[in-house]
């Protein structure tokens, strides 16, 4: 994918700056809020092998058989102004231990916001696509009781677009409604391949009542991969069910991506259980993947972690995975696939979570 990088003192002067920068010449204060958010993570893998485990597809981030620091680590600062009464403008830099050059900074969001009434508002610019219902807080890992979301679920070579964004969200007696419908591009990468989509269009409708969310996601974008000669529409679908039920929690996800060209299929899922007990929280997630696109690959994953919220705007997190994968390597070009590899890997890592 293509990003801007800096490093991170000048994040902070470029930021500052944008502050002022945001509506030069106004009479008035704009009102200006600054956040931020960070993880550092250490794991390793299981074992005497060379076999990698991927834990960000994006940046390539993975973990080897030796104790690393750098796959999941990440700091990130926002900025938000309230420019007047209907406009607003958010810029969001994070550094990433598993970039190319370790905690060089990217641009994860840079749009404005136009307040058309108290319950609807547009996006101009760049901003996550909500193809996951994690995906506006992917990255803060302190949103949720897992250390890493779902790998088998969230696996995109893109997670934001560059578009417009209809917003709306509202009351239906006790039922809460929210609506998002997009239209955008992104280039990325793949299989060391750069590539383009284009015309991505969606819509995002999610219904909350009481203790229980529900979610439902459809998207359609034409996609160019330069030197794979592959150039198709997909749609993509995907639901979620959400539920906190007292101590109880419980959360579910299922995916599935279509090349309309050749109507291949590559369908992901997860289903997820915790309980809280006073500052933990014990889980259990199960997921697995069956995809055809670019190689044959079925996956299924175990995993059993604990979060501990011992200090406010602070966890600690500690996690076991493990992961069977059968691939059919295929060469793209030729269309030969070769037998298929069955692979075995567990995972161990630990992570401090925190807000500010």
């Not at 920068?21 to 299981?46: K, N, R, Y």
Request: proline fraction near 3%; aromatic fraction near 16%; charged fraction near 20%.
């Amino acid at each position: 994918m293509l990003k801007t990088r800096f490093t991170i003192t000048q994040v902070i002067s470029r930021l500052m700056l944008a502050s002022y920068l945001i509506a030069p010449g106004l009479s008035h204060a704009v009102d200006v809020t600054w956040s931020g958010f960070a993880s550092f993570a250490a794991g390793q893998t299981l074992g005497s092998d060379d076999t990698e485990y991927m834990v960000d597809n994006i940046t390539g981030g993975a973990y080897e058989d030796t104790l690393r620091f750098l796959p999941e680590s990440i700091m990130a600062i926002q900025t938000s102004a309230q420019v007047n009464e209907t406009i607003s403008a958010t810029v969001q830099v994070a550094g990433k231990g598993s970039n190319e050059t370790s905690f060089d900074t990217s641009f994860e969001w840079a749009y404005a916001t136009l307040a058309v009434t108290d319950e609807t508002w547009l996006n101009f610019g760049r901003f996550r696509v909500p193809l996951f219902y994690y995906s506006d807080f992917l990255d803060t890992s302190y949103a949720y009781y897992w250390l890493r979301a779902p790998i088998d679920m969230y696996v995109a070579p893109f997670s934001t677009t560059t578009g417009i964004s209809l917003n709306d969200f509202r009351y239906l007696g006790d039922v809460e409604l929210s609506t998002q419908v997009w239209i955008g591009e992104e280039q990325f990468e793949l299989l060391g391949f750069p590539g383009e989509i284009t015309d991505s269009v969606g819509i995002n409708l999610m219904i909350a009542y009481d203790w229980i969310k529900l979610r439902g996601v459809y998207s359609s974008m034409d996609t160019v991969i330069e030197g794979l000669g592959a150039d198709t529409n997909l749609i993509y679908t995907a639901f979620a069910i959400i539920a906190d039920y007292e101590s109880f929690k419980f959360r579910s996800e299922y995916g599935n991506l279509e090349d309309t060209n050749t109507g291949i299929e590559d369908k992901f899922g997860y289903a997820s259980v915790g309980y809280a007990i006073g500052s933990f929280t014990p889980h259990y997630t199960y997921s697995e993947q069956d995809r055809a696109a670019f190689f044959l690959a079925e996956a299924e994953t175990h995993t059993i972690g604990v979060r501990w919220d011992y200090l406010p705007g602070t966890a600690f997190k500690l996690e076991y995975s493990k992961s069977t994968t059968e691939t059919t390597p295929c060469d793209p070009m030729s269309g030969m696939c070769f037998p298929p590899q069955e692979t075995e890997i567990e995972v161990i890592a630990a992570a401090i979570d925190f807000t500010f």
